[in-house]
Nanobody, 121 residues
């Protein structure tokens, strides 16, 4: 009933920029938090950035000042602007949305399929 579709990943040189987009679709009643996780080879998934419905943002310390998460509530979309990219940012990036379906009483965390970001010279 819910699909999160990510786009914008790719290969970029150190110091470059990328912008990731994620659209949530389906019979959605409400979305609380939207954001981004990432998983690098041999590492656990980590929260990169989150944006609550009320407008609060949180960032991992390693990306603070370089990444910006934004959100379009009317379109059920979340974005991640990534600047000054480093090789350490190389990972699969996953869109997440904590949302309630129109057919459900509960909020559930949904995951996108992931998009590869590679930072290399």
């Amino acid at each position: 009933q819910v699909q999160l579709v990510e786009s914008g990943g790719g290969l970029v040189q150190p110091g470059g920029s990328l912008r990731l987009s994620c659209a949530a679709s389906g019979s959605i009643f409400s979305i609380n938090t939207m954001g981004w996780y990432r998983q690098a080879p041999g590492k656990q998934r980590e929260l990169v950035a989150a944006f609550t419905r009320g407008g609060t943002t949180n960032y991992a310390g390693s990306v603070k000042g370089r990444f910006t998460v934004s959100r379009d509530n009317a379109k059920n979309m979340v974005y991640l602007q990534m600047n000054s990219l480093k090789p350490e940012d190389t990972a699969v990036y996953y869109c997440i949305a904590d949302l309630r379906l129109t057919s459900s009483y509960y909020y559930t965390l949904y995951w996108g399929q992931g998009t590869q970001v590679t930072v290399s010279s």
